[in-house]
């Protein structure tokens, strides 16, 4: 179960590296720090937490964790300008340390129903993410067509 989580987190944070990088023009600013600090955080708990749990320690979870949550932070970010970058390296920085914290914290208190839950967490935060980047989309082609609308006429 734990693995499955771990490469579910990486795809879905890949998919969402790609489609910041297909849809930058469409996004502002604050987009874009939204969309990395939400993929940083998320992936960064999920995996601080698990990974937690699989090895009981502390210091080793917090290390990838925090480290996982940089690099999905600032990847996310970078197509987004450098405010986008820094924002998504420190939400990964916060959630690879909350992750490794919960997941040593609750390892002996039902650690699989943790884990599903975390995983619902992330589900649901990148389907509120993607319906964002969804609204944001159409906000901003409804807004160059009507520039251009304007323009033309």
Do not use: C
């Amino acid at each position: 179960m734990s693995w499955i989580s771990l490469i579910f987190v990486a795809i879905v944070s890949i998919y969402v590296f790609r489609l910041t990088t297909k849809r930058k023009t469409e996004m502002s600013i604050m987009t874009g720090m939204i969309v990395a600090m939400s993929n940083a955080m998320m992936s960064s708990v999920v995996v601080g937490t698990i990974i937690a749990m699989m090895i009981m320690k502390m210091f080793v979870p917090t290390v990838v964790g925090v480290l996982m949550g940089m690099i999905v932070g600032y990847l996310t970010g970078k197509p987004l300008g450098f405010m986008a970058i820094i924002d998504g390296i420190m939400a990964g920085i916060m959630g690879g340390m909350m992750g490794a914290m919960l997941g040593v914290m609750t390892m002996d208190d039902h650690p699989l129903y943790m884990v599903l839950f975390v995983d619902l967490v992330y589900i649901l935060m990148m389907a509120f993410l993607w319906g964002f980047l969804s609204k944001e989309s159409a906000n901003k082609s409804n807004d160059q067509d009507s520039i251009h609308h304007n323009m033309v006429s």
